[in-house]
């Protein structure tokens, strides 16, 4: 047990042993503290307790439809105006045909989510999502944050609740957790005032885990949210799944401010990275997985954060347009090899899994090219 520096962690280090759930103040103390050693300590105790030494990844591919979009989020560098030569929207066709383009390993889940498109329906959307199950039958399809839902039920003049029923009906078999940013008014205001607004996102969250469909959760950290911001935000997720249980899996992402609106903004560290990883598992009990997103945080901290509280690593996700317009670096996907070789090093035992967590099995004939 490494010493803990930091004294005003010495009451949570004794929750944190005995299990009971840390408040709001602790969680303000822990984004206060520089303990970085001490927190990483408490929230691997947590991580073991949970998984062992288990590392969860997948084989996904991200499909990204359109980036025109009608919000103009400061935060933001992927969406672009309709009328923007450099823009795109691709052709049901299109979406079809580039699922499964350009990997040669069974994928076991299509990750779906762009940009508000003022023209494609609701319709549209529901015969892509069919369309993509007709062909890839077996393929999870993780699609729409609680933001394009939203803005679909709007623009078809219909309820969450339906948009969600027939999107489900169409194919779609949960939600990724996107477009939750932070939830402090004060905030979004700032970095995101086109979109719903935080209590209209966990409502969003509350109707689809209602009706069957699980989804994950995240929060964007690392522009201008202060820690109270930050407890603020997972302490909300956290009611919402004492309530539904529907979350199941939490990524914190990191701001890339290239490109953006916000770009004077330095980018975050490797430290807050991992302190940000270690105080989400410390947080969130209620929440089973955390996701360090190798392509956000890189895979070298995505790494070390196998120690510091996450359980998972995202997957090979072949073509990432989100990060990479706000000045990722990483590459736009790793192999299934790259992925084990990287958990191994941890220390930690790999398991490809598909959406649902269960263990994917795998024999040399399901690494069979798609395409
Ligand atoms: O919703 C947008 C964020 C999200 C920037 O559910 C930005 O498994 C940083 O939600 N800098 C999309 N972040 C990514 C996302 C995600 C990723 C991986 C796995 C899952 C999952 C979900 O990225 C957006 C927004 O919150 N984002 N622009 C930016 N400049």
Same mark, same amino acid.
């Given at each position: ?72 989020? =400061? *935060?933001? /560098?992927? &969406? ?12 049901? %066709?299109? +979406? ?69 029923? =027939? *999107?489900? /009906?169409? &194919? ?12 402090? %008014?004060? +905030? ?72 953006? /609106? ?110």
């Amino acid at each position: 047990m490494p010493s803990i520096e930091d004294q005003s962690l010495k009451p949570i280090l004794r929750k944190v042993e005995a299990g009971e759930r840390l408040s709001l103040e602790d969680g303000v103390t822990m984004y206060r503290s520089a303990d970085l050693l001490a927190l990483g300590y408490m929230a691997n105790l947590v991580r073991e307790r949970l998984h062992g030494d288990v590392t969860y990844f997948n084989v996904n591919r991200h499909i990204n439809p359109t980036d025109v979009c009608v919000a103009s989020c =400061r *935060l933001c /560098a992927f &969406g672009k105006r309709a009328k923007d030569p450099t823009s795109y929207t691709m052709s049901l %066709e299109q +979406v079809w045909d580039v699922a499964g383009k350009g990997y040669a390993e069974a994928v076991t889940e299509f990750h779906i989510v762009g940009g508000l498109h003022p023209e494609l329906s609701l319709d549209w959307f529901c015969q892509m999502i069919a369309g993509l199950k007709e062909r890839y039958e077996g393929v999870h399809l993780k699609a729409f944050t609680m933001v394009e839902i939203a803005y679909l039920a709007k623009r078809a003049k219909i309820s969450i609740r339906e948009t969600l029923e =027939r *999107l489900k /009906a169409a &194919g779609v078999d949960s939600l990724p957790g996107g477009g939750a940013e932070i939830f402090s %008014e004060r +905030v979004r205001r700032i970095i995101c005032d086109h979109k719903i607004d935080g209590e209209e996102w966990l409502e969003t969250a509350r109707i689809a885990h209602q009706i069957g469909l699980k989804s994950n959760c995240t929060m964007l950290y690392g522009h201008l949210e202060t820690p109270e911001d930050r407890a603020d935000h997972l302490v909300r997720l956290r009611e919402l799944q004492d309530e539904t249980g529907g979350f199941v899996t939490f990524i914190p992402l990191a701001f890339h401010p290239q490109n953006t /609106a916000l770009a004077h903004l330095p980018k975050t560290t490797g430290f807050d990275d991992l302190k940000q990883i270690a105080i989400s598992r410390l947080m969130l009990d209620n929440i089973p997985h955390i996701k360090a997103y190798w392509i956000m945080m890189t895979p070298s901290v995505a790494q070390i954060a196998q120690r510091f509280g996450a359980n998972d690593v995202d997957g090979t996700v072949v073509e990432e347009k989100i990060y990479h317009d706000a000045g990722a670096t990483t590459a736009q996907h790793l192999r299934r090899q790259d992925l084990l070789r990287l958990i191994r090093e941890a220390g930690r035992e790999p398991v490809e899994r598909d959406t649902s967590y269960r263990p994917v099995q795998r024999t040399e004939s399901t690494f069979t090219v798609l395409v």
